[in-house]
């Protein structure tokens, strides 16, 4: 991917800096909010969810499944209307002017748009007119980015026979045709192995490098952290924290101990509450989690007042601080993906 550092600076540059509030961050959400009212009743898929995302930031939405992401990267992409707050991209308002906004952005979507019976070269280029560019700007601007990403030597190859991690890098170049200056990627490694998954991450990481602001949704933990350097992690429509990733381990990243009796102890948890260091004690049926930031000596405390409840201490199992132990001390709740791998882009 050499030399496209340049280039997506200077497409910053051309657009005059971003419209009317040129020099202001590339994405600004303001009490954003989408009510769904769906037959079966209203579902408040978005919550008042505020953002702040800087021109050449790589930052992330992290959250479970059915936390509101795709929804609020469809405001942001004009493709939800908002029922309330408000949104800029690229200093233009989603809701007011839709058309300024798409013509400064790029979109990969979790499923393939490919026209899979269109040779390789051809769906690059025709996404190029489509947008607006001449035949001939959209022909010179596929062939780079057919070598930026590695598919020169599929160029004539039918979309349909492209394996999954070079369909996911060609569905990346479409997007970046016309040289957006905010690229949204909505779950982009959804439903491929792990290999092409580390593979991805490499050329996300490289046009990260080369100035591309950066939008991700992923409900991958390892993903956000090993990409995004600032990440917002959302729960049932709510931003329920956003800051780096290790300044979120640091604020939030207890470690959290879960220990499993034989017989429900009803004296550890208020035993366990008086510790110095505890945040947080849950119990359910024998299990007791405790989040706290001095785990030293636990162990032992755990065996004792269970004993002196009868209870005999079966298992324990300890989360260090890591992005799930962040989620669970601000949800209470073990993080869960549950569709994760389910879907697939091809
Ligand atoms: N068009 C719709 N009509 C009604 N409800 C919807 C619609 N789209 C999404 N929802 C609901 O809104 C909530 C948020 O969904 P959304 O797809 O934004 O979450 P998500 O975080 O992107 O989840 P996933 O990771 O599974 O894609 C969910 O409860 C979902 O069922």
Same mark, same amino acid.
């Given at each position: 991917?050499?030399?496209?550092?340049?280039? %997506?600076?200077?497409?910053?540059?051309?657009? !005059?800096?971003?419209?009317?509030?040129?020099?202001?961050?590339?994405?600004?959400?303001?009490?954003?909010? @989408?009510?769904?009212?769906?037959?079966?009743?209203?579902?408040? =898929?978005?919550?008042? %969810?505020?953002?702040?995302?800087?021109?050449?930031?790589?930052?992330?939405?992290?959250?479970? #499944?059915?936390?509101?992401?795709? /929804?609020?990267? !469809?405001?942001?992409?004009?493709?939800?209307?908002?029922?309330? !707050?408000?949104?800029?991209?690229?200093?233009? +308002?989603?809701?007011? *002017?839709?058309?300024?906004? @798409?013509?400064?952005?790029? %979109?990969?979507?979790?499923?393939?748009?490919? *026209?899979?019976?269109?040779?390789?070269?051809? #769906?690059?280029?025709?996404?190029?007119?489509?947008?607006?560019?001449?035949?001939?700007?959209?022909?010179?601007?596929?062939?780079?980015?057919?070598?930026?990403?590695?598919? =020169? +030597?599929?160029?004539? =190859?039918?979309?349909?026979?492209?394996? &999954?991690?070079?369909?996911? $890098?060609?569905?990346?170049?479409?997007?970046?045709? #016309?040289?957006?200056?905010?690229?949204?990627?909505?779950?982009?490694?959804?439903?491929?192995?792990?290999?092409?998954?580390?593979?991805?991450?490499?050329?996300?990481?490289?046009?990260?490098?080369?100035?591309? /602001?950066?939008?991700? /949704?992923?409900?991958?933990?390892?993903?956000?952290?090993?990409?995004?350097?600032?990440?917002?992690?959302?729960?049932? &429509?709510?931003?329920?924290?956003?800051?780096?990733?290790?300044?979120? @381990? @640091?604020?939030?990243?207890?470690?959290?101990?879960?220990?499993?009796?034989?017989?429900?102890?009803?004296?550890?948890?208020?035993?366990? $509450?008086? $510790?110095?260091?505890?945040?947080?004690? /849950?119990?359910?049926?024998?299990?007791?989690?405790?989040?706290?930031?001095?785990?030293? &000596?636990?162990?032992?405390?755990?065996? +004792?007042? !269970?004993?002196?409840?009868?209870? +005999?201490?079966?298992?324990?199992?300890?989360?260090?601080?890591?992005?799930?132990?962040?989620?669970?001390?601000?949800?209470?709740?073990?993080?869960? #993906? *549950?569709? =994760?791998?389910? $879907?697939?882009?091809?």
């Amino acid at each position: 991917m050499s030399g496209q550092a340049v280039e %997506v600076r200077r497409a910053g540059h051309e657009s !005059g800096g971003g419209g009317p509030a040129g020099g202001t961050a590339a994405i600004e959400a303001r009490g954003l909010r @989408k009510t769904y009212t769906p037959p079966s009743g209203e579902v408040h =898929a978005v919550q008042g %969810v505020d953002l702040e995302v800087g021109r050449g930031e790589f930052f992330g939405l992290l959250g479970p #499944n059915g936390a509101g992401k795709s /929804t609020t990267i !469809g405001m942001l992409t004009t493709l939800v209307t908002p029922t309330g !707050g408000s949104a800029r991209v690229s200093g233009f +308002d989603v809701a007011r *002017d839709p058309l300024e906004v @798409k013509r400064r952005i790029g %979109v990969m979507g979790q499923f393939n748009t490919l *026209d899979r019976e269109l040779s390789v070269i051809d #769906n690059l280029e025709f996404r190029g007119r489509y947008v607006g560019m001449s035949r001939a700007a959209a022909r010179a601007r596929a062939e780079h980015l057919l070598e930026q990403f590695d598919l =020169a +030597d599929r160029r004539d =190859a039918e979309a349909a026979q492209l394996s &999954g991690g070079q369909m996911r $890098r060609m569905m990346i170049a479409r997007t970046l045709i #016309n040289r957006p200056e905010v690229l949204f990627l909505d779950e982009p490694t959804a439903g491929i192995d792990p290999q092409t998954r580390i593979n991805l991450w490499g050329v996300l990481r490289e046009m990260h490098a080369s100035g591309q /602001t950066v939008l991700l /949704t992923t409900h991958h933990l390892d993903e956000a952290e090993a990409l995004c350097e600032r990440v917002a992690i959302i729960d049932k &429509g709510v931003v329920l924290a956003c800051d780096s990733v290790e300044a979120l @381990k @640091k604020a939030h990243g207890d470690t959290v101990i879960t220990a499993t009796y034989d017989v429900e102890p009803p004296g550890v948890p208020e035993a366990l $509450r008086r $510790r110095e260091g505890v945040r947080a004690v /849950t119990a359910t049926g024998g299990q007791v989690r405790v989040v706290t930031t001095r785990p030293e &000596g636990l162990l032992r405390e755990l065996i +004792d007042a !269970g004993a002196a409840d009868g209870a +005999d201490l079966l298992d324990i199992t300890t989360l260090r601080p890591s992005l799930e132990s962040v989620f669970l001390a601000l949800t209470g709740r073990e993080y869960r #993906n *549950d569709h =994760a791998g389910h $879907r697939s882009a091809r």
